[in-house]
């Protein structure tokens, strides 16, 4: 965190680390340093939505915004797609084809 600047707003996504801490690491820096902490609620910014859709519904139209989906063909590999998905070896979302009619 040296690199980091006086005052500056420090966002940290710690869940993608593969290895979650609890609580907050290095607390005493950032208050030396004026830092701020703020949590980011999805809820606080749904006014932005209808913009958002506005802005991005041309991209997915246009195949430059794409779903990216992780299937498991057939019940007997569903077992090995969930262990996949909490070992973090899926990308997108994990899905399992039981039947293709």
């Known amino acids: 965190m040296e690199e980091v600047s006086n005052k500056q707003v420090l966002l ?31 809820a606080d910014h749904f006014h932005l939505y209808p913009k958002y859709l506005e802005l991005v519904i041309p991209y997915i139209k246009e195949g430059k915004i794409v779903s990216v989906e992780d299937v498991a063909d057939g019940i007997d590999n569903a077992p090995a797609a969930l ?19």
Do not use: C, W
């Open 12 to 42: 940290k996504e710690h869940l993608t680390s593969g290895n979650p801490t609890e609580g907050v690491q290095n607390l005493m820096y950032m208050i030396g340093n004026r830092m701020r902490m703020e949590g980011f609620i999805v």
């Open 83 to 101: 262990v996949g998905l909490f070992a973090g070896r899926n990308v997108g979302k994990q899905l399992v084809l039981v039947s293709r009619d």
